[in-house]
């Protein structure tokens, strides 16, 4: 197995360096033109965190807790704590014997007063030792690709209800520790990619009475400038910029229970690539890759509402849809399922979600397994226990805050 995690990595090393997006074939067949968003670093939109990974990868309107600066930095301001912390271990490519690979996500959040909070956290992925060869396949020597991205949030309430949110991002991906890559036909001198991007988020909660409560949210992540693996910036990678919006709905039905559901919609604010046939390219807003390319940041997240080649269509096939619920008894133990659906032309990726979280004083467990649904899926995480630690010190000093 460690053969295939080495012709993976390496592929993905390879294409990157060479600023050539990846584009997973899922081999099934649907009638359809198949045209995939791809970015560079899309690590920075896999949930860092067992409990939102267990509804299906809804969290834009979720609880405030200490993973909120991944799914809306502006529910910190309506966090239940003054002090926390949170970790989160995923293994990555298990189900194909891989045992090297994993993301790692460190989080902590500090209440500054009763309207503001301040956040910190680092998301570290490995793709461990790699054995790096040329398109011959003889040896390079050994590399340890890996991924980082380090953040500070500040979060305040607008008033009793309204919340917004600001991030800054320092963005590392470092793929091939500066080898000197070969595509056949010429040489290309690596560099780690590096970019600053910036997260906006707004969050609205309500109580609709003593046992019910309504969220609202809506999120803009990974703003920022493109990632170059070479001196070649002619083909620069986008940012995995990101829109998600979505709403929650809780019903403490009694002392001991209590229920929750969620909805996320989810949109890439990328450019939709030109669709190629024979020679011909089909674009109104790219007539060929060099023109994609060479968009602008913030041109590319406008036209990405409009640009698709199939039209309004293609369009809709775009946004993903995340749907969870979450059953919380005394507080203390909870059982969460979800679904996540994405297109068949635009990766195809859908599957269930499962989990359970289990709180006790200040520290919560939480655990999540992802299970495909669709025989062709090349999801990473399938099959994969996700496995999430929690600390939040709370103080009666802390100003009453709208129960979430």
Request: cysteine-free; proline content about 4%; charged content about 15%.
């Amino acid at each position: 197995m460690k053969q295939i995690k080495i012709l993976f990595a390496s592929a993905l090393i390879l294409s990157l360096a060479m600023s050539t997006p990846i584009q997973a074939q899922n081999g099934r067949t649907t009638g359809q033109n198949q045209n995939y968003i791809s970015t560079g670093m899309p690590i920075l939109l896999i949930s860092p965190d067992a409990i939102s990974s267990s509804l299906g990868d809804a969290g834009v309107a979720s609880r405030p807790d200490s993973y909120s600066a991944h799914w809306n930095n502006a529910k910190f301001a309506f966090i239940d704590g003054n002090l926390g912390f949170s970790t989160t271990y995923t293994p990555w490519l298990r189900h194909l014997g891989v045992g090297d690979m994993n993301l790692l996500y460190l989080g902590g959040y500090y209440r500054i007063n009763s309207r503001s909070t301040a956040a910190a956290s680092l998301t570290y992925f490995s793709l461990g030792e790699i054995q790096s060869t040329d398109v011959e396949g003889n040896p390079l020597g050994t590399m340890n690709p890996n991924e980082f991205a380090f953040d500070l949030t500040y979060a305040m309430k607008l008033n009793d209800e309204l919340s917004l949110g600001a991030t800054g991002r320092f963005i590392q991906s470092d793929l091939t520790n500066g080898q000197i890559l070969s595509d056949g036909s010429s040489y290309v001198t690596t560099k780690p990619a590096r970019s600053l991007a910036a997260d906006i988020g707004l969050y609205w909660q309500h109580p609709i009475d003593n046992s019910q409560d309504l969220a609202l949210g809506a999120f803009i992540s990974n703003m920022g400038a493109k990632l170059s693996y070479s001196d070649d910036d002619t083909k620069k990678e986008f940012l995995p910029t990101n829109m998600r919006i979505g709403g929650r709905y809780t019903n403490r039905i009694d002392d001991a229970n209590e229920i929750t559901l969620l909805l996320d919609l989810n949109k890439l604010l990328v450019p939709t690539p030109p669709t190629t046939i024979g020679d011909e390219t089909y674009s109104d807003y790219y007539p060929n890759k060099t023109a994609y390319y060479q968009t602008g940041v913030m041109r590319g997240a406008i036209q990405s509402f409009y640009d698709a080649p199939g039209g309004f269509t293609e369009e809709l096939h775009e946004i993903q849809i995340s749907t969870g619920i979450e059953y919380w008894y005394k507080q203390t133990l909870a059982a969460r399922a979800g679904y996540f659906f994405e297109h068949d032309t635009k990766g195809g990726r859908q599957y269930a979600t499962v989990g359970f979280g289990l709180r006790y004083d200040i520290m919560q467990f939480d655990l999540a397994y992802l299970v495909p649904t669709t025989s062709f899926s090349s999801n990473p995480l399938t099959n994969t226990i996700r496995i999430s630690l929690t600390i939040n010190l709370r103080h009666s000093k802390t100003a009453p805050i709208i129960n979430s």
